[in-house]
């Protein structure tokens, strides 16, 4: 995290900087404070290793995520076999090495922060 703040910032994730599409949902990044924030959107029947593999070219997501859950419900397997759901309210920490899907009918929206600086950007 940013720990040298010299200005004051303000970015609207609806006005995002960038926006990476992938199948069944998207990315909107934006940069502030040296921190790379964003807000994912999953729709259901969204899978990483069916959406978002083709693009990463990785045998699993390779992208290291702390974020909170707005709303959904996520599971995520480790590489290792660990298994984690997440749902709305949740704070996350998932470190690289893992594949992720939509639980249920409800679109998953999430926010991002920090390392997802090539998260769905073709290699």
């Keep these: 995290m940013a720990t040298n703040i010299t200005t004051a910032e303000r970015k609207n994730l609806s006005q995002p900087e960038e926006t990476r599409p992938f199948s069944k949902g998207r990315l909107e990044v934006v940069n502030i404070a040296g921190v790379t924030m964003a807000r994912a959107t999953f729709e259901p ?11 990463a070219k990785t ?3 390779q992208a290291a995520h702390v974020g909170y ?5 996520m599971d995520v397997v480790m590489d290792d076999g660990q298994r984690l759901t997440f749902e709305s309210g949740d704070a996350m920490s998932i470190p690289p090495g893992h594949d992720a899907w939509i639980v249920g009918d409800e679109p998953c ?4 922060i920090g390392a997802i600086g090539n998260y769905a950007k073709p290699t």
């Design 69 to 73: 859950m707005i709303s959904g419900k």
């Design 109 to 112: 929206v999430l926010i991002d």
């Design 45 to 55: 029947g969204w899978k990483w290793s069916e959406c978002v593999k083709p693009i």
């Design 59 to 61: 045998d699993s997501c």
